[in-house]
């Protein structure tokens, strides 16, 4: 059977996103899972935007998430942003991707300005952002302090940390084109701003389609269904072969 279009439309691809508005209801600190402080659950630093947190932790508590089967894609972008509540002394606040680093912050006492809880530090909100590549299709999140680290005594009100807008995308996201159903056999993959591998023969029978959220393929064929064309927004295990002798791309 042969395609004559193929058209594959790259949306907004947010994997998972948490507590990105003020509103409790959507901080769902019970996705993470810790290591540490695990009785906190969500307070608020003031009353201007972005005052909602899932926190407070301290004492070198670890929060961690894990995503697995992680869609297609060349590129991820990871989103979050930090609280720093009252006197950090520089100790560093740790990130990690599959157990590598990829942020040591360090704030120090006065960096902020007052806002909440003691009035003796100052208070910050903090947003980083990152892009990742990774090998597999999991990936693990883990956030970490090295507060309360001194001899002398140290507790939540004197410095702790809090997070929120928790967002993970793909920058990059792609399609997977197999020969076999299941996702299994020869793989052709197609990415966001890839134009120039559709002008050449696909050179597989595609038999099941592998996506992430928020892309749409369409594909047509005078023999399929009346030549209508057809659209897929989710992944497809197990289709009849196609042969594509020409395609068409748009973004």
Known sequence: MMI?????LFLKSIVYENCITDNASDCIYSDFSIIGLSSATLERCGSQPKNL?????????????????????????????????????????????????????????????????????????????????????????KLKDNLQTDSWTEDLLDE??????????????CVNFYSECNYTGTLFQICQGEQSKLQNQIPIEIKSILMGPAIIVKLKSPNYFGGVTQEFTSSQPCLDAYQFPKVIYQE
């Open 53 to 141: 947190f899932m926190g407070p932790y301290g004492f070198q508590t670890i929060v961690s998430k894990t995503f697995t089967n992680v869609p297609p894609n060349n590129l991820i972008e990871f989103q979050v942003g930090i609280w720093k509540l009252d006197s950090w002394d520089s100790e560093g606040f740790e990130i990690y991707a599959n157990d590598v680093q990829i942020e040591n912050l360090k704030l120090s006492f006065h960096d902020g300005t007052m806002i909440c809880r003691n009035e003796v530090w100052e208070d910050l909100f903090q947003p980083l952002s990152f892009r990742l590549q990774i090998t597999g299709t999991d990936l693990t999140i």
């Open 4 to 8: 004559s279009f193929l058209k594959i």
């Open 160 to 173: 702790s940390w809090g997070f929120r807008d928790f967002i993970l995308r793909l920058a990059v996201p």
